[in-house]
Nanobody, 121 residues
Framework: QVQVIESGGGEVQAGGSLRLACAAS????????MGWFRQAPGKEREFVSS????????YYKNTVKDRFTISKDNANDTGYLQMNSLKPEDTAVYYC??????????????WGQGTQVTVTS
C-alpha cells in the first residue's frame, strides 16, 4: 500500500501564491506519476494537473495553465504544485494522487487526504 500525504494549504488573498507538497512513502514517486485534483464545496472533484513518472510530461486544467506549475522530486519522493496568481475560484480541497499517466491527465491509484486552499477576494 502506498501512503500519500499533502501539505501546504492555507488561506491567501487573491493574487497570492501557495506551494502544495505531496509526499509518498517508500520512495514510491520513482515508480508512479503524480497528479493533483481539487473539490470545491458543492462541486465534483476535478482534475488540476499531472506529471509523468520521470517528469517529462505534464498536463494542466485550462483554467490553471500558466498560473500553476507541477513538479516532481523523485529523489525525495515528493511532488509539488506551485500555485501563483490565485483566484477565489481556486478555493477547494486539493488532493494529491499517485497513479498512471494517461493522455491529458492521470489515472489515480492512491489518494492523499487533502489539504484546504482558501483564496479570499
Amino acid at each position: 500500500q502506498v501512503q500519500v500525504i499533502e501539505s501546504g494549504g492555507g488561506e491567501v488573498q487573491a493574487g497570492g501564491s501557495l506551494r502544495l507538497a505531496c509526499a509518498a512513502s517508500g520512495r514510491t514517486f520513482s515508480n508512479y506519476g503524480m497528479g493533483w485534483f481539487r473539490q470545491a464545496p458543492g462541486k465534483e472533484r476535478e482534475f488540476v494537473s499531472s506529471i509523468s513518472r520521470g517528469g517529462s510530461t505534464t498536463y494542466y486544467k485550462n483554467t490553471v495553465k500558466d498560473r500553476f506549475t507541477i513538479s516532481k522530486d523523485n529523489a525525495n519522493d515528493t511532488g509539488y504544485l506551485q500555485m501563483n496568481s490565485l483566484k477565489p475560484e481556486d478555493t477547494a480541497v486539493y488532493y494529491c494522487a499517485a497513479g498512471s499517466l494517461i493522455l491529458g491527465g492521470i489515472l489515480p491509484l492512491y489518494w492523499g487526504q487533502g489539504t484546504q486552499v482558501t483564496v479570499t477576494s
